[in-house]
């Protein structure tokens, strides 16, 4: 089967560093795109990054740059998500999901909730 | 930073049709926007159903067509199933960055 499943739920404090992870199965995984969307609870989506799996080409949203890096591990077929000082704000839901060609979506990761608080 | 529009909310009866459209305070929508349709249930992850403003993925119900109306990104519903009851979001490609739409609460009664 295509998938792509993302790590575990997190629960970090404020100043935490936090990892999250996004593997994929069943295709070329250095073919496609993966992008980053968040979500807070009872909200919109929100476009946060993208990267290439193939040469680590990485795009940050304006409203996250410097706040976020993206990486890809081709070995293990998994694109990662990380913060080195995390924020109260940094809470939400967080998506991945595949692009071809750079702009057309197909398929969407479960999510993984990361929840930041004191 | 572009602006991308959705009606807040839709209603419509079973076996229907809909119009959900999305708008960009940039101009008109184009094929060049590469307009993507997202369905989401609640408590569930999004679901892409239509990609480059036409395009259906294997697991788009036959319903669902997109195109694009008056200046604007269209997804249109025709023949609603109660279970079409979501959030749609659109993604519009403009200016080099991808922009969700605030998303439409289609509600089915």
């Not at chain 1, 935490?16 to 994929?24: A, E, N, T």
């Not at chain 1, 995984?29 to 290439?52: C, D, H, S």
Request: net charge neutral.
């Amino acid at each position: 089967d295509v998938q792509l499943v993302q790590s575990g739920a997190e629960v970090r404090k404020p100043g935490d560093s936090l990892k999250i992870s996004c593997q994929g199965s069943g295709y070329k995984f250095t073919t496609y795109w993966i992008a980053w969307v968040r979500q807070m609870p009872g909200k919109g989506l929100e476009w946060v990054a993208m990267i290439y799996a193939g040469d680590s080409e990485t795009r940050v949203s304006p409203s996250y740059q410097g706040q976020v890096t993206l990486s890809v591990d081709t070995s293990i077929s998994t694109a990662t998500l990380q913060w080195i000082s995390l924020k109260a704000s940094d809470s939400g839901m967080y998506y991945c999901v595949r692009l071809f060609g750079g702009k057309e979506l197909d398929l969407w990761g479960q999510g993984t909730l990361v929840t930041v608080s004191s | 930073q572009t602006v991308v529009t959705q009606e807040p909310s839709l209603t419509v009866s079973p076996g229907g049709t809909v119009t959900l459209t999305c708008a960009s305070s940039t101009g008109a929508v184009t094929y060049g926007s590469y307009p993507n349709w997202l369905q989401q249930r609640p408590g569930q992850p999004p679901r892409t159903l239509i990609y480059s403003t036409t395009n259906k993925h294997s697991w788009t119900p036959a319903r669902f067509s997109g195109s694009l109306l008056g200046g604007k990104a269209a997804l249109t519903l025709s023949g609603v199933q109660p279970e079409d009851e979501a959030d749609y979001y659109c993604l519009l490609y403009s200016g080099g960055a991808h922009v969700f739409g605030g998303g439409t609460k289609l509600t089915v009664l």
